[in-house]
Structure formats: C-alpha cells, structure tokens
C-alpha cells in the first residue's frame, strides 16, 4: 500500500505561481513514477505531468508545457508541482498518484494504481 496526501492548492490571480506538493508513505520503494492529475467540473480526469522515480525523466501534457515543473525528492518521499503563468483553464481538483508498473503509458490514469484525495486550484481572472 502506498498513501499520497496533496498539499498547496488555494485561490490564485491569473498569472500568478502556486506550488504543490504530494508525500508518500508505506511501500514507496516499490513506486515507478508519481504523475499529476487534474479534474475540472464537468470534466474528465487529465494528466498534467509525470516523473519517473529513477532517472527523472519528465512527461507534460501540452497544455502546461513550459509553465508546470514536476520534481521528486526521493529522499522525502515527496514529489512537487511547480505552477507558473496560472491561468482561470487550470482550476481545478489537482490529484497526485502513483505508479508501480512502467507497462503503461504515465500520460493515462489506468497507469496508477495508488491516488491522492486531491487538492483544489482555483485561478482568478
């Protein structure tokens, strides 16, 4: 079993930076890669980025692409989301999760199989 709390979502003005944070515990030796998740009202479940636990290669969905950071500090046990350019299009519920198989693509949620309960982002126009 592998536990995720999210930490940092709050209300934001458009432009503006927010950093998340999501620590693990339990068996987190046997996690892969951590991704992050958002979900809209009305929307479907996104991926926002992903990051393999050794080596550290990171994946972007486009829409965040130069303005999100994802990073891992493995020593902690936590990963980070690093939110710049906010803009009103990224409000919403922000899940952390994690992976323990690299036979999926980390782009898609059935690649993860532990979820945070998620943490809420709201951007002000």
């Known amino acids: 079993q592998v536990q995720l709390v999210e930490f940092g979502g709050g209300l934001v003005q458009a432009g503006g930076s927010l950093r998340l944070s999501c620590a693990a515990s339990?068996?987190?030796?046997?996690?892969?890669?951590m991704g992050w998740f958002r979900q809209a009202p009305g929307k479907e479940r996104e991926f926002v980025a992903a990051?393999?636990?050794?080596?550290?290669?990171?994946y972007y969905s486009d829409s965040v692409k130069g303005r999100f950071t994802i990073s891992r500090d493995n020593a902690k046990d936590t990963v980070y989301l690093q939110m710049g350019s906010l803009k009103p299009e990224d409000t919403a519920v922000y899940y952390c999760?994690?992976?323990?198989?690299?036979?999926?693509?980390?782009?898609?949620?059935?690649?993860?199989?532990?979820w945070g309960q998620g943490t809420q982002v709201t951007v002000s126009s």
């Open positions: 999760a994690a992976a323990l198989s690299r036979n999926y693509r980390l782009s898609v949620v059935g690649a993860y199989d532990y």
């Open positions: 990051i393999y636990r050794s080596g550290g290669i990171t």
């Open positions: 339990g068996r987190t030796f046997s996690t892969v890669a």
